[in-house]
């Protein structure tokens, strides 16, 4: 799981907005898979519902940069 992750999630997410459907699906899949329920749902508000930071933080009561340090720090730790 966690290498499909990596590559769901590293390989496309910084391109969302030019992706192909098969490549979309493969990282709505990847997403789905993320095991803390609340990283996964910044990722789902993020790439699947398209909101801004500002919009993820007030729906999840968090300030703007915890959402974006949760999400960098998910990120980081894929890598590793």
């Avoid at 496309?12 to 803390?36: F, G």
């Avoid at 993820?56 to 009561?61: D, H, L, T």
């Amino acid at each position: 799981v966690q290498s499909c992750l990596i590559a769901g999630l590293l390989g496309l997410v910084h391109n969302i907005y030019y992706i192909n459907e098969e490549e979309k699906d493969s990282l709505v899949e990847s997403i789905y898979k993320i095991e803390n329920s609340e990283i996964r749902q910044i990722f789902i508000y993020r790439y699947i519902d398209g909101l801004m930071w500002k919009e993820i933080a007030g729906k999840m009561n968090y300030g703007t940069s915890t959402i974006r340090l949760k999400h960098d720090n998910f990120i980081r730790n894929l890598k590793h």
